[in-house]
C-alpha cells in the first residue's frame, strides 16, 4: 500500500465511508494521512467542583446526590441530577438519556467531564461524559486526535483507518538529507506523520508539528526563491509615463495623501517607467490608505491605454471596489470604463464581460479570481493589482498576458508583518510600507469584557443605531454545532442574530451574513448594509478584509478569545473609517485571567506590528493549535508569527541548498528535487499571501 492507494481498500472503508470521506477530499490513503487532527483532547486531572472555570472542558470526580428530576418537552427528555464532592455542588443535566437515573447510583462516584457553564452561583455541565475513575486514569494525559468530519463520520472511525494507513503504508523515502535533519533539529516525516495523529504526548507533538511546518515553509521558500530568480529579469514592456489625469484626480480629492501615501505612489510610478517589470507588495496596516494608491496605478495604466485589473479576496470585496471606482468616474471625471467579473455572475453576464475584456472595450476589470481564469482574454493587460490575497508566480503571469507581455504586479496587503519577517516571506516582491494613517481620525475606543456585559453593550448599540450609525457583531461560527464540546458554547451567527433581534429595540434592522449563504445572497446583504438599509450586520470573520462603511462605528466581537489578535486588530480597522467616534467591544467567553490580559494588548495599542508580535509573547505553547494569527497566508499548519524562528531555519537551509546546488543535480538531493517538483505541480497559483 503507497500514498496513491485508493482509501476503500483500507479494512472498514467501504463505498459508504468512501463517499464520505471524498466530502473531505480524502481519495487516497496519501490524503487521509495528510488530513491532520484539527485538534486533541485532553483528559485533564480531575479538579475540586470549587474549581471549575465556566467556559472550561474539565472533569470532577463527585458522588450522585439528591433525587433526579426529569422533564418532557416535545420529543426531547431531560434529566437533571446533581453531583458533588467535599468542595461544592455540581448540576448535571442530560438530554435524552433517561436510563442514566438508574445506572448513575445515588452515593455512587463517577468522573463527570465536560463544559462548565454557570447559572448565577450555580455550576453546570451539560451532557457531561461519564468515566469510572479507573476508565479515566487510563485516560488521563493522552492527546487524542480530533479531526474535521462530515455528518456520518466519527473521530472513532478516523483514528481506527489513521491507524491503519500508518502500518500499512509506505511512506516513501526521506526527503531530506540526514545533514539537514540534524541542523535543524528535525525528526523524519514518516516520524512527523505517525505522531501528528497519535502523539504519546505533548512534546512529540510539538516535534511533529515543528517537522511538517519546516517542510511547508521550505517548499514555500524553494519556490519562491526560483520564482524571484526568473521574475527579476522581466523586461518592461509597458512603459508608463505620467499623464494629466493622475495629476488632475489628486487635486480634486478631497483630501491631501499622507507622506506614505505619496513616497508609495512615487515608488510605483518609478517602477512603471523602469527597464523592469513592477513587481511590488504595499503593504500598509487597516486604514492606511492602500485603495488610493491602487487606484493611481490603474488610472495611469488607462490613460496609457491599456488595461489593468483590480483582484479582492471575495466578491462582496470586490463589489465594493467596483462601485468605489464608479462614484470615483462620477465624482471625479475618471476614464475608467470599469467590468465587474465574480464568480456567482450567470453565463451570459460572464460571455458579455469576455467580450468587453477582449475587444478592449473596458479598461479596467474588477473581480475574484474569476478574472485570472483561462477564459478571460485580455486585449491589453498591463497591470494587476490584487488586494490582500496574491502573488504571482512567472508562469501564472506569463499565462496573464496570454499573447502579449507580461503585466506588472502589485500586491496590497493589510497583514502585519515585522521587517525581518517580510524580507523572508516576500523576497521576491519589492516591498512599499505606508507606516502612517490618514491624520484627522478619531482613535477607536476599546473595552474588553466578559459576557456578563452584553446588556449594556447592547443598549449602547441602540444607542448608536438611534443616532443613524451601524453596528457590526462579529461570531466565531455559522451555525450552532452541538456535537462538538467546545462548539456549544461558541457564539454562532445565525442563533446569534435571533438573539439580538430580541434583545433591541423593534425596527432596529439586525441581518446575518456568513460565508455558506449564496454568493448573490452575500452581495445582496453587503450593498444594504452599504446603503444602511441594514442597521446590524451579524456576521463571520467574512468582513474582515476591507470592507468600506465609514457609517459603522462600532464592532462587537463574540468569543474574542476564540481570534488571534492581528486578526481582532483587522476587524477593529473595519469601523473608524469616518468622521465618527468608533467603538470596539471585544466579548471574552472565558474569564480566565490570561485570556483577559492577552484581549487587553488591544486596548494599549493601534499598531498592527506591535499587536502581533506583543501576542506572541504572551501566548502559552498551548495555544499551538487554537489560534491562528493571519488567515493571509495559506500555510496549512504553519503560523508566520508563532513559527517564526523555523521560518528562519526554513530560509537558511534553502539559501545553503541553492549556494551549493541550485538546479538540485547532486545525487544527494534527487529525493529532495522529486519533491520539490510534486509540491511545485500542487501549488497551483503561487501562494497567496
Ligand atoms: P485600506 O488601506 O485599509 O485599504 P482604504 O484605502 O480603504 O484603506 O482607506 C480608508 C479610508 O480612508 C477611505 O474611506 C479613504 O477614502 C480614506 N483615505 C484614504 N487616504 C486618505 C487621506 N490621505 N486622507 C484622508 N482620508 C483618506
Ligand atoms: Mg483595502
Not at 467501504?14 to 490524503?31: A, H, R
Not at 418532557?72 to 438519556?97: Q, V, W
Not at 513592477?278 to 500598509?284: A, E, P, T, Y
Request: charged share 25%; with cysteine.
Amino acid at each position: 500500500m503507497d500514498k496513491n492507494t485508493p482509501v476503500i481498500e483500507l479494512k472498514g472503508v467501504g463505498e459508504k465511508t468512501q463517499t464520505l470521506l471524498t466530502k473531505l477530499n480524502i481519495k487516497t490513503v496519501g490524503d487521509l494521512l495528510a488530513s491532520w487532527p484539527r485538534d486533541y483532547e485532553t483528559y485533564g486531572e480531575p479538579v475540586e467542583i470549587r474549581c471549575l472555570v465556566p467556559g472550561e472542558i474539565c472533569a470532577v470526580h463527585a458522588a450522585v446526590t439528591g433525587i433526579p428530576n426529569e422533564k418532557r418537552t416535545g420529543r426531547l427528555h431531560i434529566l437533571n441530577m446533581k453531583a458533588a464532592d467535599e468542595t461544592g455542588e455540581l448540576h448535571l443535566t442530560f438530554f435524552n438519556l433517561p436510563f442514566l437515573k438508574k445506572t448513575l447510583k445515588r452515593g455512587g462516584f463517577y468522573i463527570f467531564r465536560g463544559m462548565v457553564q454557570s447559572r448565577g452561583t450555580e455550576k453546570i455541565m451539560e451532557q457531561p461524559k461519564i468515566f469510572s475513575l479507573e476508565e479515566y486514569q487510563k485516560l488521563t494525559g493522552r492527546l487524542i486526535p480530533r479531526y474535521s468530519l462530515t455528518k456520518g463520520l466519527t473521530d472513532h472511525a478516523m483514528q481506527k483507518y489513521m491507524r491503519q494507513a500508518l502500518s500499512l503504508c509506505e511512506l516513501g523515502a526521506e526527503h531530506f538529507s540526514g545533514q539537514v535533519l540534524q541542523e535543524n533539529g528535525l525528526i523524519t516525516e514518516r516520524e512527523a506523520v505517525e505522531k501528528i495523529h497519535f502523539p504519546n504526548d505533548y512534546g512529540d507533538l510539538v516535534k511533529a508539528r515543528r517537522r511538517l511546518v519546516f517542510d511547508e515553509f521550505f517548499s514555500f521558500l524553494f519556490l519562491m526563491r526560483k520564482n524571484k530568480e526568473a521574475g527579476e529579469r522581466l523586461e518592461n514592456h509597458y512603459r508608463l509615463p505620467e499623464t494629466a489625469d493622475t495629476v488632475r484626480f489628486l487635486e480634486r480629492l478631497p483630501f491631501p495623501l499622507t507622506g506614505a501615501q505619496r513616497k508609495v505612489w512615487e515608488e510605483i510610478r518609478s517602477d512603471l517607467g523602469s527597464p523592469y517589470c513592477m513587481n511590488r507588495l504595499v503593504q500598509g496596516d487597516v486604514g492606511s490608505g492602500k485603495t488610493i494608491v491602487a487606484v493611481l496605478a490603474l488610472l495611469m495604466t488607462a490613460a496609457n491605454g491599456y488595461q489593468g485589473a483590480l483582484m479582492a479576496p471575495t466578491e462582496v470585496l470586490a463589489i465594493q471596489h467596483y462601485e468605489t471606482i464608479q462614484e470615483f468616474v462620477r465624482k471625479y471625471g475618471l476614464i475608467f470604463r470599469p467590468v465587474l467579473l465574480v464568480g456567482s455572475m450567470n453565463a451570459k453576464e460572464k460571455k458579455e464581460a469576455y467580450g468587453k475584456i477582449a475587444s478592449g472595450e473596458v479598461n479596467l476589470v474588477i473581480g475574484t479570481h474569476a478574472l485570472i481564469q483561462e477564459k478571460v482574454q485580455y486585449r491589453s493587460l498591463a497591470l494587476v493589482v490584487t488586494d490582500e490575497q496574491h502573488r504571482f508566480g512567472v508562469r501564472q503571469r506569463e499565462h496573464l498576458a496570454g499573447k502579449g507581455e507580461v503585466p506588472h504586479i502589485l500586491v496590497m496587503s493589510a497583514t502585519p508583518i515585522p521587517r525581518t519577517l517580510a524580507i523572508i516571506l516576500y523576497g521576491d516582491l519589492h516591498i512599499s510600507v505606508i507606516d502612517e494613517l490618514p491624520a484627522r481620525r478619531l482613535p477607536i475606543k476599546n473595552c474588553v469584557v466578559n459576557t456578563a456585559w452584553r446588556p449594556k453593550a447592547y443598549k449602547f448599540i441602540a444607542g448608536e443605531v438611534k443616532k443613524g450609525r451601524q453596528v457590526y457583531v462579529i461570531c466565531p461560527q455559522v451555525e450552532g454545532d452541538p456535537e462538538s464540546e467546545g462548539g456549544a458554547s461558541l457564539e454562532n451567527v445565525v442563533d446569534y442574530t435571533e438573539k439580538l433581534r430580541g434583545a433591541l429595540p423593534p425596527g432596529v434592522q439586525v441581518t446575518c451574513l456568513h460565508g455558506r449563504m449564496r454568493p448573490a445572497d452575500k452581495k445582496r446583504i453587503m450593498e444594504d448594509f452599504s446603503a444602511h438599509a441594514i442597521d446590524v450586520l451579524v456576521s463571520t470573520t467574512v468582513v474582515e478584509v476591507g470592507i468600506n462603511v465609514p457609517n459603522a462605528t462600532v464592532m462587537m466581537v463574540e468569543n474574542a478569545e476564540r481570534f488571534g489578535l492581528a486578526q481582532l486588530h483587522q476587524l477593529r480597522g473595519r469601523v473608524g473609517r469616518g468622521e465618527y467616534q468608533s467603538y470596539c467591544i471585544f466579548v471574552s467567553g472565558n474569564e480566565k485571567e490570561e485570556t483577559m490580559e492577552r484581549l487587553k494588548i488591544l486596548n494599549s495599542s493601534n499598531d498592527g506590528f506591535h499587536i502581533a508580535s506583543e501576542d506572541l509573547k504572551l501566548r502559552g505553547p498551548g495555544d499551538l493549535f487554537g489560534i491562528r494569527q493571519s488567515g493571509a497566508f495559506s500555510f496549512r499548519m504553519g503560523d508566520i508569527y508563532s513559527d517564526a524562528p523555523v521560518l528562519k531555519l526554513a530560509s537558511d537551509a534553502v539559501d545553503r541548498l541553492l549556494a551549493g546546488d541550485p538546479d538540485l543535480k547532486k545525487a544527494e538531493n534527487a529525493d529532495l528535487g522529486r519533491y520539490l517538483a510534486e509540491e511545485a505541480r500542487n501549488s497551483v497559483d503561487f501562494r497567496s499571501i
